[in-house]
């Protein structure tokens, strides 16, 4: 691909989510979904090979109906209420109609079989972004609008947060995993939207941190199964040293960085008087725990019966650039004695 | 609820109806999305004519726009999956299974 | 007057009842041309006659060429048309629900919704339509100009989708 298109599809990109953050008319705002599928179906078709074009066809239309919809209900809004602004959003139909559509582009659980599917078509930048970057605009509307019925919100993040953990569990393909990790880590901020829209914020920046570092691992390694990966200590070793920290983080265990906004979403949820909800979400992350260990355990824990036929690669140079993984895997790892300033950055 | 509403939300439901079960074309898929945004220009364009508001009533052009954008992405992604799967099936679209 | 309008809507419904109806894609591309030309019905009776100009010139003018080309590239030899019976049977279903929702949930004596040009009679309403066009390039040239990016970005999106790694012709041969 040229480097003038790409220029283009980025900065597209960034200018969809821009317009979505900053509107407050439901056009404007599908108009900036709509300017982030369009940007993003070349990057993910830009190898052309079947598996990319058909994760690009799969995003397309799920993205396309899932905004068709979000505008639909925003047309209703504004038949029912005369009211175009999304803050200003109160009839209960275009609400729900709306949490729907905007779980459907998340990948929420009940909706959320196109993540896996599409993530495994693509390069693992593609996905870097895709699980990122495209997470924004939508969350951002989903903190913007009035809360729905609350036990919606709930169903979907139970649901997520279970679904995303019995998905990954018989997984060996990471794209996979990391898709349904995605869910689950999403599902956790649906659960605590209504109640305190700044704790999601936390835990979509906690979830940027961690993926992100997982997804440079990986790229780094260029492994995407899990035998792939249990050679990669021959790779880097220093890093396949750190990995478990970040993929422990990203699970959620009390000395990283993961472990802040899912004690926060914990608490909050008490408060509200939601024990047995709390309970369960807590209980659904040990599903998650478990594919997060075994990648664990095949990487660093055990030696997998598998032959290096060569020079240990790690005494090649590496052409990629390190400094980003480096700064993200220390920030998923050790920013946890950070929550009360972190807190103190996302107060609404 | 009045007729116009119902016309409007029948047509964007059965569009959707239709994109959602049992397609055998891509092309038929894309054509129910046409279908869904084509009921929200109408819905878009009776809602400003009936508020009488005006600054409300160039929002349906560029609804029309930005779907006409989605439309042609949408062909250029037939003609991609027709170079790379040989057909337009949905049925063919299986390969990310594995 | 008002016959027309619900002839119109109804034809709306029943045009959307054809695409969604699982036949093969010209018959749902000639149920998109109903739903337009309905569409268009609709929108004028409401007093809009530029938008509905809009409509009738977009659809009918640009988009549908390129379905009916399209159409032509996923042509099939045997296409799967109303002669089957469990295509009738859906569309009969399909649009069966809708009527029975219709009469559950449409209002007597709503009027139309809105306010048609039975009632606003011509001027006023086309006055406001107007005034709401010129405005999109004075107080909406933002939007305009975001319209027209969007335009040229569909451009290189379209451009890269279709190059195919510059090989191969244009579909592979079945």
């Known amino acids: ?348 | 609820m009045t007729p116009i509403l119902f016309a409007f939300s029948s047509a964007f439901t059965l569009g959707l109806t239709g994109l959602v079960f049992h397609r055998v074309h891509l092309l038929s898929a894309l054509l129910c999305l046409e279908g869904m945004m084509l009921s929200l220009y109408i819905a878009l364009s009776t809602w400003s004519l009936g508020m009488g508001s005006a600054s409300s009533s160039a929002l349906p052009l560029f609804l029309l726009a930005i779907s006409a954008c989605e439309a042609g992405a949408g062909l250029a992604i037939l003609v991609a999956t027709a170079r790379t799967h040989g057909t337009d099936r949905l049925q063919s679209l299986n390969l990310l299974q594995w | 007057m008002a016959y027309f309008v619900y002839l119109f809507m109804v034809g709306l419904v029943l045009g959307m009842a054809v695409v969604a109806v699982n036949l093969s894609p010209y018959f749902a591309a000639f149920g998109l041309v109903v739903v337009a030309g309905m569409g268009c019905g609709v929108i004028i009776s409401f007093g809009g006659s530029f938008l509905s100009l809009v409509l009738f010139l977009i659809y009918l003018g640009g988009m549908l060429v390129v379905f009916a080309y399209s159409a032509a590239l996923a042509a099939e030899p045997f296409p799967e048309s109303f002669g089957t019976t469990g295509a009738v049977l859906y569309f009969m279903g399909l649009v069966g629900v809708v009527g029975v929702f219709a009469i559950l949930y449409i209002e007597e004596g709503s009027g139309l919704g809105g306010c048609s040009s039975d009632e606003v009679m011509g001027m006023s309403s086309c006055v406001t339509e107007y005034d709401g066009m010129s405005q999109m390039y004075g107080p909406g040239g933002f939007l305009l100009v975001l319209c027209a990016w969007v335009l040229l970005l569909t451009l290189f999106v379209v451009l890269e989708m279709t190059r195919g790694s510059s090989r191969g012709p244009l579909r592979s041969v079945k």
């Open chain 1, 1 to 348: 691909m040229s480097p003038y298109i790409l220029a283009i599809l980025l900065f597209s990109l960034g200018l969809g989510t821009t317009i979505t953050f900053s509107s407050t008319h439901w056009l404007l705002a599908w108009v900036g979904l709509e300017i982030n599928t369009l940007a993003m179906l070349p990057l993910m078709a830009q190898n052309h090979h079947p598996r990319a074009v058909e994760a690009a066809t799969k995003y397309f239309l799920i993205q396309a109906s899932g905004a068709a919809v979000l505008l639909f209900a925003g047309v209703i809004n504004a038949w029912l209420t005369g009211q175009w602004d999304i803050h200003q959003a109160a009839h209960p139909l275009p609400i729900a109609i709306i949490t729907l559509a905007l779980s459907l582009k998340l990948g929420l659980a009940p909706l959320h079989s196109w993540l896996p599917e599409v993530f495994q078509g693509l390069n693992l930048t593609t996905n870097l972004i895709l699980a990122t970057w495209q997470k924004l605009a939508p969350l951002a509307l989903m903190l913007q609008i009035q809360p729905p019925h609350s036990s919606l919100l709930i169903f979907l993040g139970l649901m997520s947060t279970l679904g995303g953990g019995w998905g990954g569990l018989n997984q060996t393909q990471l794209r996979k995993i990391l898709a349904y990790s995605s869910t689950a880590q999403l599902g956790w901020m649906i659960l605590v939207v209504q109640f305190s829209p700044s704790l999601t914020t936390l835990a979509i920046l906690v979830y940027v941190v961690t993926t992100s570092a997982t997804f440079l691992t990986l790229k780094l390694n260029k492994a995407t199964n899990i035998n792939m990966l249990a050679i990669s200590w021959a790779k880097a070793p220093a890093l396949m040293a750190l990995t478990p920290l970040v993929l422990l983080s990203l699970a959620g265990l009390p000395p990283m960085t993961g472990f802040m906004p899912k004690w926060l979403i914990l608490q909050e949820l008490s408060k509200q008087g939601l024990p047995a909800t709390a309970t369960i979400t807590a209980l659904t992350a040990l599903l998650s725990l478990y594919y997060y260990l075994r990648l664990t355990y095949a990487m660093t824990l055990t030696m997998f019966p598998n032959n290096i036929t060569s020079t240990p690669p790690w005494r090649l140079p590496s052409a990629q650039l390190t400094l980003p993984l480096a700064i993200l895997a220390l920030a998923a790892i050790s920013l946890l004695p950070l929550t009360p300033a972190a807190m103190a950055l996302v107060a609404l």
